[in-house]
């Protein structure tokens, strides 16, 4: 359920906000394409974390460049 509210929200911004703005990314695949990805393979709060992790990349010191989801989930290491 909530997997599905989120992945409606970034198509909505993708089909209704985007467009407005001039295309500025920064990243292969956009962030919008980056979370689409992420929540469809991870689920709504992995995916949405990994998402939240790019956009706070998305600034003039980052150089930007290709960023794709990761395959796998990738576990913390235990001590």
Known sequence: M???????????YQVVISPLKPPTCR???TCS????????????LKGGYLTMKR???CHPFHPG????????????KKH
């Open 2 to 12: 909530l997997k599905k509210i989120v992945i409606s929200l970034i198509r909505f």
């Open 27 to 29: 990243f292969y695949p």
């Open 33 to 44: 394409q980056y979370g689409l990805e992420a929540v469809k393979r991870f689920g709504a």
């Open 55 to 57: 956009i706070l990349k």
């Open 65 to 76: 460049g290709l960023d794709p989801v990761p395959e796998k989930w990738k576990e913390r």
